[in-house]
């Protein structure tokens, strides 16, 4: 019930982003990541958005909520760190929920001309999500939206550097399920031509992925 009332709420601001930034003279710039677990999400857009900071630009930083989801769940519900955690359905719901609140929260705040750097698309939470859940409306109302508000999505390749044996309670899939999520992105994409149309795939070390992700980023906002 909390998504579906928070999904409501930002879908009408979402669309009157939608029409603001299509009349002023700066656009509003949200740019997310959308890849499998230790895809290099978050260390990539950490480097950009350090980037931008140390070249002058403003910018914010809207941090990857599944992370903090399942954090929360972890000491709410007494799991040790090393207890294996899962989520349903009515998780990913949420966790998307979250973040199109968190994203579009700093978009309305900072307004056009900003750089807002996320981490994490809403869609991520798509990928982990059953066929019948991701056809839900509800569902379908939040991928619209996501849309709307986004200026350019990453698609961050795998870095096939193995899997690290260190433990991060804070991660639930393993490489195995990591690679399988993988597989399910160019469907994504297939799927929804407007985020394919969006959409940047990013290869290689990290540095050239910071180059092509700022190459985008400063395209976009000319």
């Known amino acids: 019930m909390a998504a579906l009332l928070c999904v409501g709420f930002f879908a009408l601001r979402a669309l009157g982003l939608a029409e603001k930034s299509g009349h002023g003279k700066l656009p509003f710039m949200l740019f997310n990541f959308l890849g499998s677990p230790m895809s290099g999400k978050t260390t990539t857009a950490a480097m950009a958005f350090a980037s931008l900071k140390e070249d ?4 914010e930083f809207s941090s990857e909520q599944a992370r903090l989801y399942i954090a929360q769940r972890r ?3 007494d799991y040790k ?3 294996q955690l899962t989520l ?3 998780d990913q719901l949420d966790i998307m929920a979250r973040q199109l609140e968190l994203d579009e929260t700093l978009l309305q705040a900072c307004g056009p ?5 996320s981490d994490s698309s809403p869609l991520n939470s798509v990928l982990y999500m059953s066929p019948e859940c991701r056809r839900l409306p509800e569902v379908m109302d939040m991928v619209k939206h996501s849309l709307q508000m986004t200026t ?4 961050t390749h795998p870095i096939y550097r193995g899997w690290s044996d260190q433990r991060d309670p804070n991660r639930v899939h393993d490489y195995e399920q990591s690679q399988k999520i993988d597989l399910l992105i160019p469907q994504l994409l297939a799927e929804l031509p407007e985020l394919n149309s969006k959409t940047v795939p990013v290869w290689g070390t990290t540095s050239e992925r910071l180059l092509v992700v700022k190459d985008r980023l400063f395209m976009r906002s000319a």
């Open 56 to 59: 002058g630009f403003i910018a």
């Open 75 to 77: 000491v709410l519900q």
């Open 81 to 83: 760190p090393e207890e």
């Open 88 to 90: 349903t359905d009515a």
């Open 113 to 117: 001309g900003v750089f807002i750097i």
């Open 152 to 155: 350019t999505t990453f698609y």
